[in-house]
């Protein structure tokens, strides 16, 4: 369940999640010429501009099951004029590609939504061939901190962290990368974490992620939260004023991302109907 929804507002923020975290997710991601890469979840093509930008020599095939962030993606990656990327509507559990069809596969912001991470990373190992990788890229809300420190703020972030383990995801898992790779089956898994730091001297930063990315992703659960009795409405208001004074000129907003990179082995012959090497 995508807990954060499919709103305008919602698109408008993943927009400026991309801008803002364009350099840290994908500075260092590129895939060669001829291969064919499959990005997971493609939502709104937020990521697949950046991703199809940086290996043009590459083919990307990008999918997602709302057919509305699909609209979105692909309105989205035509006004870019980029011409290497083929959009499905596909579920991540139904998918229509042979086995080892793919060289590489891109996962960002997915896994956290996923009740079982460990069997969504098996069975996109079996698209890929022999050799080849997996990256993946996902956020912690516990690595989240702030000036002015906040107890209430950090209350109101606690909200959408319950809320999304009540719908079977988990908003902490980029600390899990490393031993979520390793129990699905790759090999090699590098897991780096990649710090935002913000404060007066990005005021980029401070409108596209203090405001933008983290502080309306928590805004947006309000109702839901109040409906589920997690916190009064007083108290989850205080704590997004509080997220909202970080970005004011004298505060300071931190988050750490995690980016797992890790290959399928070579030497597997086969996988069982249940994803397990055999």
Request: charged content about 20%.
């Given at each position: ?10 698109s ?20 060669p ?30 999918f ?12 989205r ?33 997915v896994?956290e ?37 906040s ?14 383990r ?42 596209s ?17 109040l ?12 704590g ?27 030497h ?11």
């Amino acid at each position: 369940m995508y807990i954060h929804g499919y709103g305008e507002r919602e698109s408008e923020r993943l927009l400026a999640q991309a801008a803002s975290v364009v350099r840290l997710l994908h500075g260092d991601t590129r895939f060669p010429p001829g291969s064919r890469v499959l990005e997971v979840g493609c939502g709104t093509g937020a990521q697949t501009v950046s991703l199809a930008r940086n290996s043009p020599g590459a083919q990307i095939v990008a999918f997602d099951h709302a057919t509305a962030s699909l609209a979105r993606a692909i309105e989205r990656v035509a006004t870019a004029g980029l011409l290497n990327v083929e959009f499905l509507h596909a579920d991540l559990y139904a998918l229509p590609f042979e086995a080892e069809s793919f060289d590489h596969v891109f996962i960002c912001f997915v896994l956290e939504h996923l009740s079982h991470p460990i069997a969504a990373l098996r069975l996109v190992k079996q698209l890929l061939r022999p050799g080849g990788s997996v990256t993946v890229f996902e956020g912690d809300h516990g690595s989240a901190y702030f000036h002015p420190d906040s107890e209430i703020a950090h209350r109101a972030i606690a909200c959408q962290v319950e809320l999304q383990r009540r719908a079977g995801g988990n908003a902490c898992i980029g600390r899990q990368l490393y031993p979520l790779l390793v129990q699905a089956g790759y090999e090699a898994p590098c897991v780096t974490p990649r710090v935002v730091y913000v404060d007066a001297a990005t005021p980029d930063l401070i409108d596209s992620f203090t405001r933008k990315t983290f502080t309306w992703m928590v805004e947006a659960v309000r109702e839901e939260a109040l409906a589920a009795r997690i916190i009064d409405a007083a108290t989850f208001d205080a704590g997004i004023r509080d997220l909202y004074r970080a970005a004011e000129s004298d505060g300071v907003f931190c988050y750490t991302f995690f980016k797992g990179v890790a290959v399928k082995p070579t030497h597997l012959l086969r996988e069982g109907s249940n994803g397990r090497d055999v």
